[in-house]
């Protein structure tokens, strides 16, 4: 039985980790489980999947789910999740959401856990402190985001071998052929409807914004160790072909399948084996018959054009621009500020921003809070 922990079970990935799990209930056991404010489901998860240590944010929450469940260690807050993030377990899933993922992930590296990582925050925020405590403790990483998870099936076997490059796909979002002043006239409520995934809020603005290809092509910087220019991002509107790697002979591998995250959440926690899914097979007569790729347009979608800058300044810059990317999706979901704004005001704080090289996690820590707050008063 693999041991299992869940830092934000109550999300997108975490319920839909908890679906694989429950569909392979001979291979896994879950030792932790965490949420935000979502109590009632987890109290739902606790008794279903008995874990030993569960974890939420308030803290009579806390005490409420102790007294429902007395067999239960219950914690709240940051030092909580820290908790779960180092409790025993095989394999520590992060499925929180934003940069409040990036010290858990570091705390269960340095417990000698291996990792599934959802949350591509840790790396675009913290990649070279993440990607050196990997190496100190001798753990391993395997990405669930889609796109990672196809590169890292196609890595397999050949992590010897000489890359060209990774094509790394997207599929341009609901968005996807628009003018900048048509972006200006975006709702919330447009943005939210992403037309390949079902996703937390927060990712699928980042879908609509192209932000998201932008943090993943840092995510796959850092997992892959490749250069950030010899990452290609092809825009594919089907979202069957989940990303590819082309070798120093041009020959090319891709991992395609249906868009369903299950696939790549029992890549990670099956690792190395493969789980025998129920799950809808692809139709190559119907979605996949007609498959085609475009190129990103930067000019229209700044976000992704802003991490490619960010990548390639390194130093402080990548968390200056998620600490800004994050606070300002947050306000336009609340309807504080618009669509465009996102990529105007993340361009400008970054033009402001003194980077520093090589940040330690506690630098990163505060440079993030910095922002935030900046960004918070500048709104
Ligand atoms: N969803 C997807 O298909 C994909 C997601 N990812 C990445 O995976 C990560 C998770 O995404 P997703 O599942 O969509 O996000 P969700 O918003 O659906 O879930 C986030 C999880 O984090 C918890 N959480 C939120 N705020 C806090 C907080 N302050 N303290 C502690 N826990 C908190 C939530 O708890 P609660 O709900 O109880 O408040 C929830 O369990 C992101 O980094 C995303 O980019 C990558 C690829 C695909
Ligand atoms: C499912 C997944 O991995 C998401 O990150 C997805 O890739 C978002 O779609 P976009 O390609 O539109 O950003
Ligand atoms: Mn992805």
């Not at 050196?132 to 050949?158: T, W, Y």
Request: proline content about 4%.
């Amino acid at each position: 039985m693999k041991k299992v922990a869940i830092l934000g079970s109550t999300g997108s990935i975490g319920t839909q980790a908890l679906d694989v799990i429950e569909s392979n209930k001979d291979r896994f056991k879950v030792t932790a489980l965490t949420c935000g404010s979502n109590v009632r489901l987890l109290a739902e998860q606790i008794r279903k999947f008995t874990p030993a240590l569960a974890v939420c944010m308030d803290k009579k929450d806390a005490a409420a789910l102790s007294a429902e469940f007395p067999k239960v260690q219950v914690l709240w807050g940051g030092e909580g999740l820290i908790t779960a993030a180092e409790s025993d377990c095989d394999i520590l899933l992060n499925s929180l959401m934003g940069m409040r993922g990036l010290v858990p992930t570091y705390h269960g590296i340095m417990a000698g856990h291996d990792i599934a990582l959802a949350n591509k925050e840790t790396l675009v925020a913290g990649g070279s402190v993440i990607m050196e405590a990997v190496k100190e403790k001798g753990v391993r990483m395997v990405p669930v985001d889609s796109e990672h998870s196809a590169i890292f099936q196609c890595l397999e076997g050949n992590r010897d071998k000489k890359i060209k490059k990774i094509l790394l796909t997207a599929s341009g979002g609901p968005f996807r052929g628009w003018s900048l002043d048509r972006l200006k006239t975006v709702t919330p409520e447009m943005a939210l409807k992403h037309p390949n995934w079902s996703m937390g809020r927060k990712i699928t603005i980042d879908s609509a914004t192209m932000m998201n290809k932008g943090l993943e092509m840092i995510e796959a910087k850092w997992l892959f160790g490749v250069d950030i220019d010899d990452i290609q991002v092809l825009v594919h509107p089907q979202s069957i072909m989940h990303s590819a790697v082309e070798f120093c002979d041009t020959s090319i591998l891709a991992q395609m399948g249906v868009p369903d995250m299950r696939i790549p959440i029992s890549v990670a926690l099956g690792y190395p084996d493969r789980l025998i899914s129920d799950g809808r097979e692809l139709d190559f007569f119907k979605e996949a018959a007609t498959l085609t790729f475009e190129k990103p347009d930067m000019k229209v979608f700044k976000c992704m054009k802003l991490a490619v800058d960010a990548a390639r300044a390194g130093g402080s810059y990548p968390v200056v621009m998620n600490a800004a990317n994050e606070v300002l999706v947050e306000a336009f979901l609340k309807g504080r500020t618009g669509f465009t704004d996102i990529g105007d005001n993340i361009e400008r704080i970054m033009d402001e921003h003194e980077s520093i090289s090589e940040p330690s996690l506690e630098d990163i820590i505060e440079i993030d809070r910095k922002t935030r707050e900046k960004v918070e008063r500048e709104i």
